[in-house]
């Protein structure tokens, strides 16, 4: 809004309200549509930087789903102006400025125009350096490519809903999700289901009369799965719909396929549907090297380029035919002589290279965590109180939690600072009294300020069990600046954990520009822990820089950075992403017992 405003050319002061106002939603992380709907409109009020007139904003938008004032801005400006400030990097100045001299007509044409040397004398004209525009073309293309996609967090419970609904069918043998969704990707193109009928096929009965019988069972059986699958995905639109597969869009945009198979290809076409690609083409190439040609309906001979053999057409026939069936996965992976290679490594980097020298390893699973190190209470930004978030945590069978609430140089209500951390901190030892089963540690995190400075002083730090350190603003420093300042943050003795390191936003926020090994290897030296944010926006730090610090000894920790009870659920997503960064229990510190984390953290 401040940046459409700024582009209309408004008054500064307008513009200045409204950029405050959009800082204090950004960082308040409560859904402002849960203070309107529990508290009413004059709570918003409350939240420093937000005066009346955006109050009532707010909740036209909430209410009504629209903004009058935005739709009348919009139409004022260019279209591609308002889809130019969409694109991470691009603020409104530099989209004016873009806009004078290039007159894009579209965000391609842009990206041509960025690209074209022609235009290159008038970019350099408003000192437009090279690193600038190829941050610029990196922003389009994410735009471009985030909007079909889907979070895992919206991916993963539509998708286990559709299976439980689908084993519901006597029918139905087995169903699963595959694709990027099995891999635990932290964004999904569309949502792969794939369905098994009958355990397994007689192939030695394969007259021909049982044949046709054969067929004609799963020709019923698969009519009546794809209607139910139709009937409960509710379909916006119908791609495909065939014998044995359909293709859907639902009411949300995301596209559903379902595909249905005989049990004793389950396992190659599972394995074939699951990918990724990468994958998929060095199994095959591995499996020609054993003289076998695989695809998703099983292992074949490979044929043999010896023209001899043509002319006998019954070998001929063998060659064709399968020869091996897999009804597993993990026959997939024996009948290669290849240790089992779960979902979410399947990424070809060197997964089969490990998995031929049987070095796997055995990742982290679920049931490993026993604590959580990062959430919020209503002490400052965060929904439910204290006692109710170590409530929700020892029902999930949790040991521990800490409690980390904001420090208060955000200018987050709340944030503690001056003198009010004695109540906060008489607040969890009230709570660590009352509960019983679980130890609430005291947290904070605190805000490493742009010079690397933390944003309070040591001595009320030392007051806390933990200290998380976190950037939260300047994140668009240079590399060099950037790393300095984490890398003074992380030789601060008191902080313990670096949290939300890169500071991104799935699709929203692009991550900051640092020098990970210099930063992984500080933490290492330093004993400092990184966090795997397990919010779904952030899955921050991601796969590849988890698998990258791993390398380099770092030790992590996996924390929700849960603002209410309910997000405390986003473990599963945290998990996942340490599953691709190849994590194993003793990479991770929060599934020590109470008392081997009390003495990691130096807590008597
Ligand atoms: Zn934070």
């Not at 890398?487 to 008191?494: D, E, F, Q, R």
């Not at 929203?508 to 822990?529: G, S, Y």
């Not at 610090?549 to 603002?563: C, Y």
């Not at 991770?588 to 081997?596: F, Q």
Request: glycine share 6%; charged share 25%; hydrophobic share 40%.
């Amino acid at each position: 809004m401040a940046d459409l405003l700024e582009l209309a050319d408004a008054n500064i002061f307008e513009v200045r309200a409204y950029r405050n106002a959009s800082h204090a939603v950004d960082v308040s992380a409560v859904e402002m549509y849960e203070i309107v709907e529990r508290q009413g409109k004059k709570e918003l009020e409350k939240i420093s930087g937000i005066g009346e007139s955006i109050a009532d904003n707010i909740a036209e938008l909430i209410y009504t789903g629209k903004l009058k004032k935005l739709d009348q801005l919009k139409k004022k400006i260019p279209r591609v102006q308002v889809q130019m400030l969409a694109v991470p990097g691009l603020g409104p100045k530099l989209t004016k400025k873009l806009y004078a001299i290039l007159k894009p007509k579209t965000l391609t044409d842009l990206k041509r125009k960025l690209k074209d040397p022609q235009y290159l004398p008038k970019l350099a004209k408003i000192l437009l350096l090279k690193k600038t525009v190829d941050k610029i073309l990196t922003g389009i293309a994410v735009l471009q490519s985030a909007s079909s996609r889907m979070l895992l967090s919206e991916a993963l419970p539509l998708a286990e809903s559709i299976v439980a609904q689908l084993k519901r069918l006597p029918e139905v043998k087995e169903v699963k999700y595959a694709g990027s969704l099995r891999r635990g990707k932290e964004t999904i193109g569309d949502i792969d289901l794939v369905a098994k009928i009958q355990d397994k096929i007689q192939i030695s009965n394969f007259k021909s009369q049982s044949l046709s019988r054969a067929k004609l069972i799963n020709h019923n059986s698969n009519l009546k799965i794809i209607k139910y699958f139709l009937e409960l995905t509710r379909p916006k639109q119908i791609l495909a719909q065939g014998e044995s597969k359909a293709t859907v869009i639902n009411n949300d945009g995301a596209q559903i396929d379902l595909e249905i198979m005989p049990g004793n290809e389950w396992g190659s076409l599972l394995h074939h549907f699951t990918g990724s690609k990468e994958h998929n083409i060095q199994m095959r190439a591995y499996a020609e090297k054993k003289g076998l040609s695989f695809s998703e309906h099983g292992f074949k001979k490979l044929k043999i380029k010896n023209p001899k053999l043509k002319t006998i057409t019954k070998n001929l026939k063998l060659i064709n035919k399968i020869l091996i069936y897999c009804e597993t996965e993990e026959k997939v992976f024996k009948t290669l002589g290849l240790q089992y290679i779960p979902p979410d490594l399947r990424e070809g980097t060197n997964e089969i290279q490990l998995a031929i020298a049987k070095k796997i390893p055995k990742l982290l699973e679920p049931s490993d965590m026993r604590g959580d190190l990062q959430m919020h209470s209503n002490y400052s930004d965060g929904k439910n109180t204290i006692l109710a978030m170590a409530e929700s945590a020892k029902a999930m069978g949790y040991e521990y939690i800490c409690i980390s609430d904001h420090s208060a140089g955000l200018g987050i209500t709340g944030g503690i600072g001056g003198n009010n951390y004695q109540k906060y901190l008489a607040e969890i030892k009230n709570a660590n009294q009352k509960i019983r089963g679980l130890h609430i540690f005291s947290g904070i995190e605190v805000n490493i300020k742009s010079d690397g400075a933390l944003d309070q002083p040591d001595d009320l730090l030392k007051k806390f069990d933990v200290v998380l350190g976190a950037v939260h603003n300047s994140l668009g420093q240079e590399k060099e600046q950037m790393t300095a300042r984490i890398v003074k943050a992380l030789s601060h003795p008191l902080v313990k954990i670096l949290v939300h390191p890169s500071g991104r936003l799935i699709d929203k926020r692009p991550e900051i520009q640092v020098d990970w090994r210099a930063i992984f290897q500080t933490a290492q030296k330093n004993k400092k822990i990184l966090e795997i944010n397990a919010c779904p926006k952030r899955l921050d730090l991601k796969d590849i820089y988890i698998r990258k610090a791993k390398n380099l000894g770092a030790k992590f920790a996996i924390s929700t950075d849960a603002h209410s009870a309910r997000q405390l659920d986003f473990m599963k997503y945290g998990i996942l992403t340490a599953r691709r960064g190849w994590l194993v229990k003793q990479d991770v510190i929060n599934v020590l017992p109470l008392a081997g984390l009390k003495k990691l953290f130096d807590i008597k």
